[in-house]
């Protein structure tokens, strides 16, 4: 199996059985975002414990609609920062910012703290795709710095 076939397997497999769908309680943030381009929206919920700047992700939900790579990406998302630092999982969403930006400029990728989300790659030659790919991710950091804002922003990019 080539290798963008194998990639297209893992976006499909985390379409059909998404990870982290369906909003949890409790929750610290709570945020809407839309791609207009393709009509995708997320809802999406953010749960931290710990101490300011050493919070922990205890929790990513999401409720959303959308194509089959924006609803993808936020299962990855899920299962790539829930139950890691804040830190880390400001990290990965760098990290996941440098793959859409991997087919037009030199990055260098950290693919342990990518995971599946290496299965993205391929949508980085598509510039209408990227908003769907990064639209949980950006959800994401939104409703992190939600959830911090009032505390020690360290860490927090
Ligand atoms: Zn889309």
């Excluded at 409790?26 to 381009?37: A, E, G, I, L, R």
């Excluded at 939900?61 to 998302?77: E, K, N």
Aim: net charge negative; glycine share 8%.
């Amino acid at each position: 199996m080539r290798l963008d076939q194998m990639y297209q397997e893992v976006i499909l497999d985390h379409y059909r059985h998404p990870h982290g769908k369906g909003l949890v309680e409790p929750f610290d943030s709570q945020v809407h975002h839309v791609n207009p381009t393709c009509g995708d929206e997320i809802t999406l919920r953010v749960r931290l414990t710990g101490e300011p700047g050493e919070e922990t992700v205890e929790s990513v939900s999401f409720d959303s609609q959308g194509c089959s790579i924006s609803q993808a990406s936020a299962s990855v998302l899920h299962d790539q920062v829930q139950g890691v630092s804040l830190t880390t999982a400001m990290s990965t969403l760098d990290e996941f910012s440098s793959l859409m930006r991997s087919a037009t400029e030199d990055v260098t990728l950290d693919e342990d703290l990518l995971g599946d989300a290496i299965a993205f790659e391929g949508v980085s030659q598509y510039p209408a795709r990227i908003k769907c790919a990064l639209l949980a991710w950006m959800a994401f950091k939104d409703a992190a710095i939600q959830a911090t804002s009032g505390t020690e922003q360290a860490g927090v990019v």
